[in-house]
């Protein structure tokens, strides 16, 4: 059964640009209603997904330097790296089906 990973500075270079699958990061905030919805949607993801592609999430509040770097201006914000770099971005509440095409156009 797969986690949804957190993600902070420190960890950031070795579980997503160091990763060898597909990641997915969302960038979300714990007083963010949109925010909250997607968060069933992650878990479903880090299930249907482990050992396939990391799932994980990064409260902009508490790393506000990783967010800038991604030029995170709203939440939700999910960014979506291949082999270290990022190659989609989405803004807002999206279906898991909408994630799912986008993780498997990058396996």
């Given amino acids: ?42 878990e479903e993801l880090a299930n249907e997904y482990d050992g396939k592609a990391v799932i994980a999430r990064c409260n902009v509040d508490d790393n506000q330097a990783l967010a800038g770097r991604f030029s995170v201006t709203a939440i939700p914000t999910i960014v979506l790296f291949k082999g270290g770099q990022q190659v989609d971005k989405i803004i807002g509440v999206v279906p898991a089906e909408d994630l799912k095409q986008r993780l498997d156009a990058n396996l």
């Fill in 1 to 42: 059964m797969g986690d949804v990973l957190e993600i902070v500075g420190e960890n950031f270079e070795a579980e997503i640009t160091g990763s060898d699958k597909p990641a997915l990061v969302d960038f979300w905030a714990p007083w963010c209603g949109p925010c909250r919805m997607m968060h069933p949607v992650l």
